[in-house]
T-cell receptor
């Protein structure tokens, strides 16, 4: 079966750095997405990786290793507004998006 | 440009009833996907429509069905509602056709079955 694993919850301090991991086992691979979802709101797109390596976008970076079935989202200079759930999703060989259950990130002052 | 619009935002139904949810995608987007989201379960994929055809389907019972119209608007229907169907139903639209196209989500319809 297809599976995406993320930690359920993480806590970090304002101004610090946090890394959210995602491991996947899917039928084929056509890219990996990270989304942010604030409580009571719709998910919003953060990043897309299809090749191995690091993609940097401001305070957020996303890394992919296809051989290891592994990705991480790195958030720097954490702000209180970064408190949210972070969803990892993989597009499989049928172009369907397979979603992880999400990681709830709690930022403390 | 306008985002993805879902109606209604909130809905309360009784067990055994049926319900229809609507999703208007971003103009020009041909792919519409539906998801069920419950606390701790993440996004559970229901189905995807592309150019009026169901392209992918998740592992939900036949009580869940959908369709897409020629203008790309989509509807989802749930018949014989059960208490366990209470959830946030999200619709996402994308251009479709290319793997790197991101999905844009609507605000969702929160369905409560009593």
């Amino acid at each position: 079966g297809q599976n995406i694993d993320q930690p359920t919850e993480m806590t970090a301090t304002e101004g610090a750095i946090v890394q959210i991991n995602c491991t996947y086992q899917t039928s084929g691979f056509n890219g990996l997405f990270w989304y942010q979802q604030h409580a009571g709101e719709a998910p919003t797109f953060l990043s897309y990786n299809v090749l191995d390596g690091l993609e940097e976008k401001g305070r957020f970076s996303s890394f992919l290793s296809r051989s290891k079935g592994y990705s991480y989202l790195l958030l720097k200079e954490l702000q209180m507004k970064d408190s949210a759930s972070y969803l990892c999703a993989v597009r499989d060989s049928n172009y369907q998006l397979i979603w992880g259950a999400g990681t709830k990130l709690i930022i403390k002052p | 440009k306008a985002g993805v619009t879902q109606t209604p935002r909130y809905l309360i139904k009784t067990r055994g009833q049926q319900v229809t949810l609507s999703c208007s995608p971003i103009s020009g987007h041909r792919s519409v996907s539906w998801y069920q989201q419950t606390p701790g379960q993440g996004l559970q994929f229901l189905f995807e429509y592309f150019s009026e055809t169901q392209r992918n389907k998740g592992n939900f019972p036949g009580r869940f069905s959908g369709r897409q119209f020629s203008n790309s608007r989509s509807e989802m229907n749930v018949s014989t509602l059960e208490l366990g169907d209470s959830a946030l139903y999200l619709c996402a639209s994308s251009l479709g056709g290319r793997p790197n196209t991101e999905a844009f989500f609507g605000q969702g319809t929160r369905l409560t079955v009593v």
